[in-house]
């Protein structure tokens, strides 16, 4: 995990970001590639007869602002003294993002975002989601694994290892409500393997698969919660509702790391 990408706009969220991308690269002795993304798209207007415009006045300020963004950004990173590289998009975040994650470790997204679930689907990198306003503190002290045995799953799980292997207490918890997938053995052996000694936690389903995994993330205490993205049978589920939905809107949610 030593390419970190991080999307970095003019929101409040971006320091957070960026400082976390930073943590990450320290600790990984990696590289920050910055994204600084301009949508052409949202400065495209329709006229009455049904055709389209672009706004220029309105785009070439977006484009200056967020070059002074940029700018401000690489002089940070310089003042670091990490390896980093600036890059410039103009197309809508989650394919700007996922273009750019081709040759990437991880990419570094906030919850507040709105757009971490729908990237965790098309990119080709685990996505990191930060709460809002917040980094990431490293080494993580403590981390739950949420395991159903999927392909999902496994993919998060070996994904997360190098920010697993100095953590104090992992968990791999389970809550039950399904049979089959990859046995809870083959993960806590892969783990170990990787220097990571987990420890198993079943807990039965009490009202959603949500509120119950909500509940082992607070009771071990987790700055980490790592889980699988899902595929295209669970598309709906993924973007719009259930246990994906729940951790980005919840602000008291940990830091989530998904893979597909």
């Not at 936690?201 to 205490?221: F, I, K, M, P, W």
Request: hydrophobic share 45%.
């Amino acid at each position: 995990m030593r390419s970190i990408l991080v999307n970095a706009d003019r929101k409040p969220d971006t320091e957070a970001r960026v400082e976390a991308a930073l943590e990450l690269a320290r600790h990984m002795d990696g590289h920050v590639t910055v994204l600084v993304d301009t949508p052409v798209s949202r400065y495209i207007a329709m006229d009455p007869m049904g055709g389209s415009y672009v706004i220029s006045e309105a785009l070439e300020k977006a484009r200056g602002e967020d070059d002074a963004a940029a700018e401000a950004i690489e002089a940070r990173l310089t003042r670091a003294g990490l390896a980093f590289e600036m890059i410039r998009s103009e197309e809508d975040p989650v394919p700007a993002l996922a273009r750019a994650a081709r040759l990437s470790d991880l990419v570094v997204v906030s919850r507040a975002s709105g757009i971490a679930g729908q990237l965790a689907m098309v990119a080709r990198a685990p996505v990191l989601a930060l709460p809002e306003g917040r980094t990431l503190s490293l080494p993580i002290r403590r981390a739950v694994i949420a395991w159903d045995g999927g392909e999902q799953a496994a993919s998060a799980l070996k994904a997360a290892v190098p920010l697993l292997q100095s953590c104090q207490a992992v968990k791999l918890v389970t809550v039950i409500e399904k049979s089959g997938g990859f046995p809870t053995t083959d993960a806590l052996r892969y783990l170990s393997r990787n220097g990571i000694h987990a420890e198993y936690e079943e807990y039965e389903r009490r009202g959603s698969t949500e509120d119950t995994l909500s509940l082992a993330v607070n009771q071990n205490h987790a700055e980490l919660l790592v889980m699988g993205a899902y595929g295209k049978s669970r598309l709906r589920e993924f973007l719009f509702g259930g246990v994906t939905a729940h951790f980005l809107s919840d602000a008291s949610a940990p830091a989530v790391l998904f893979a597909h």
